[in-house]
Nanobody, 115 residues
Framework: QVQLVESGGGLAQAGGSLRLSCAASGINSGIRSMGWYRQGPGDRRELVAG???????NYDDSVKGRFTISRDNAKNTVFLQMNLLQPEDAGVYYC?????????WGQGIQVTVSS
């Protein structure tokens, strides 16, 4: 059974940092893209950052220069380093992984930013 488990969320002050981690289990190899999505109250889930197996990354414009996505292919893990956090960065962050014909999702982790 494929499972993605996020960690590292919580409360940060504006201007602070958090580092999210997401580990995929139940998969030996072959994960293609991995990414982080954010969903605010009443909002749609939107892509924050994505990264391919080769390490090519893309970011939402709102986080460029502040967030960095990385991955460890050997450990099926993806990270999101979030610096200079702003209140609008708050929400539930979901990890996603493309494997086989499916996209798998984590359960989500809360990020709160106080102003």
């Amino acid at each position: 059974q494929v499972q993605l488990v996020e960690s590292g969320g919580g409360l940060a002050q504006a201007g602070g940092s958090l580092r999210l981690s997401c580990a995929a289990s139940g998969i030996n190899s072959g994960i293609r893209s991995m990414g982080w999505y954010r969903q605010g109250p009443g909002d749609r889930r939107e892509l924050v950052a994505g990264i391919t197996t080769e390490g090519n990354s893309n970011y939402d414009d709102s986080v460029k220069g502040r967030f960095t996505i990385s991955r460890d292919n050997a450990k099926n893990t993806v990270f999101l380093q979030m610096n200079l956090l702003q209140p609008e960065d708050a929400g539930v962050y979901y990890c996603a992984a493309d494997w086989g014909r499916n996209t798998y999702w984590g359960q989500g982790i809360q990020v709160t930013v106080s102003s």
